[in-house]
Structures are given as structure tokens and as C-alpha cells.
């Protein structure tokens, strides 16, 4: 997967709040680093460790695979619009508007919790989705 990621050309970082109930802190990490056979996140305030499981690691290596996947379609995507039916006719929405402005947000079990993940991609170049 490393060498995917080195393919995105840009950092994409998921976070997600500590999940010690006395701490308000926000563990960070590139998603392209949860391939790697010993990672582990650390919270930067409490200082707790987390160690992802087998599944939850291969479910973000698909995550990966699809941020990858949609910066290979960044033409396409460009020329795209989503469709929005309102009274007067109907408001086309740029997907790239989408994707830029809307925050990804993945809800999975972590430690038999549901925790929401957000992840946060870098833009390849200041000219995506022009």
C-alpha cells in the first residue's frame, strides 16, 4: 500500500477524538501509515496508545484505495455535477465542490465503538478542480 500512497502525492490525514472519556484530545495520522505492520496512534494530550485491529486496519487500506481512486478521476470529476431538484428546476452542484467542501466522515468499530473517523485530504495542486 505504501507505494499507492506515495502515489496520492499529497498527505491524507484521518482523526478521531480520544476515546479516554477525561480527555478532549484529537489523535491524527496519515492514512497511508496504517499499512505499516507495528503502527500505532498515540493521543498528543493524554498520551493514550492505540493499536488498530486486523479489520479495521484493512478497512482503512480500502478508504486508501478509494481517495486514491478519486484523485486518479480528479478530469473527470472536474467535468462532473450533482443534481439537486428544488421548486423553481433543478441546481447543479460541482463534485469537485463536493469533495472539497464537504468533510469525509467514516463511522467504524473501534475497541466495540462506533467512532467516527474524519479523514482530511491535501489537495494534489492549487489548480484541482479549477
Known amino acids: 500500500m505504501n507505494n499507492a500512497a506515495s502515489d496520492l502525492g499529497a498527505k491524507a490525514q484521518i482523526d478521531f477524538h480520544c476515546l479516554d472519556t477525561d480527555c478532549d484530545g484529537i489523535v491524527k495520522f496519515n492514512l497511508a ?18 493499536v488498530l485491529d486486523r479489520e479495521l486496519k484493512e478497512k482503512l487500506a480500502r478508504m486508501l484505495k478509494l481517495v486514491l481512486a478519486i484523485r486518479e478521476a480528479e478530469d473527470i470529476l472536474g467535468d462532473s455535477n450533482v443534481s ?3 421548486a423553481g428546476g433543478e441546481v447543479k452542484i460541482p463534485y469537485a465542490l463536493l469533495l472539497t467542501r464537504l468533510n469525509t ?7 466495540g465503538s462506533k467512532v467516527d473517523f474524519h479523514l482530511w485530504i491535501e489537495p494534489s495542486s492549487p489548480e484541482t478542480f479549477r
Request: aromatic share 10%; hydrophobic share 40%.
Open 33 to 50: 501509515d496504517v499499512a505499516g505492520r507495528d503502527f500505532q496512534a498515540v493521543c498528543p494530550k493524554c498520551h493514550r496508545t492505540y
Open 84 to 86: 439537486v431538484n428544488v
Open 105 to 111: 466522515l467514516i463511522t467504524l468499530d473501534f475497541g
